[in-house]
């Protein structure tokens, strides 16, 4: 599952940080923030090439982006969501946007990290979203094939991902800021809140991770 929009609400502290970010290194004008947050799913220094921006907005983003993270907060029933998809058995895994290190820690000071096995960051994979390399390293991690496997976004880059490595998609409509433009991208599955997934997958017998 992906990261921002899913199991926290980052938006925010990304708009804090990244007016923050381009009043530093660009220094005039109104931050673009809108723009910024349409390419979510996307590796920051990515939507940065796209947007034509400087890729020196990356330091000072992540930076704040840091200082901020106590303002992060966890989406209501997403601790429960996943203590129940463990209990099932499941494999959990998250496909970030950010950074590994980044999304570890935030995943950390959140008490959340130990519920996934795995959480993998654009900057560990050759192409980050929407190509399907780091949903195919998830998997590869979780040694799933991918029919049995399902990826949860919030944003058409993250379904996209999904949908090129073989994987039923799962739109998140309680994170995003653009539920038309979600569900254009073709979700097999639409979940209003994280409750929803339980009654959507499987019961699975634990196993030993």
């Known amino acids: 599952m992906d990261l921002d929009g899913v199991i926290v609400d980052s938006f925010d502290v990304m708009r804090e940080a990244f007016e923050i970010a381009y009043r530093e290194v660009v220094g005039v004008g109104d931050a673009p923030f809108e723009e910024y947050h349409r390419h979510q799913g996307r590796y920051f220094p990515d939507i940065m090439r796209i947007m034509n921006l400087p890729g020196a907005m990356e330091e000072p983003f992540v930076r704040e982006s840091h200082r901020l993270r106590g303002e992060v907060r ?5 601790a429960e969501l996943l203590g129940a998809l463990r209990g099932r058995g499941f494999g959990l895994a998250v496909a970030t946007g950010k950074s590994g290190p980044r999304a570890r820690d935030l995943l950390d000071h959140l008490g959340l990290l130990h519920w996934f096995h795995h959480v993998v960051g654009s900057d560990e994979i050759a192409r980050p979203k929407p ?4 949903v195919e390293r998830a998997l590869l991690l979780l040694e799933t094939p991918p029919d049995q496997a399902l990826m949860v976004g919030d944003a058409a880059n993250d379904l996209r991902s999904a949908q090129g490595a073989g994987v039923r998609s799962a739109a ?3 994170g995003t800021p653009d539920e038309a433009d979600l569900l254009r991208a073709g979700p097999d599955i639409v979940l209003r809140r994280p409750a929803d997934l339980l009654a959507v997958l499987p019961e699975r017998s634990a196993r030993a991770r």
């Open 74 to 78: 966890v989406y209501d029933g997403v």
């Open 131 to 134: 190509a399907p390399d780091i």
């Open 172 to 174: 998140a409509l309680w």
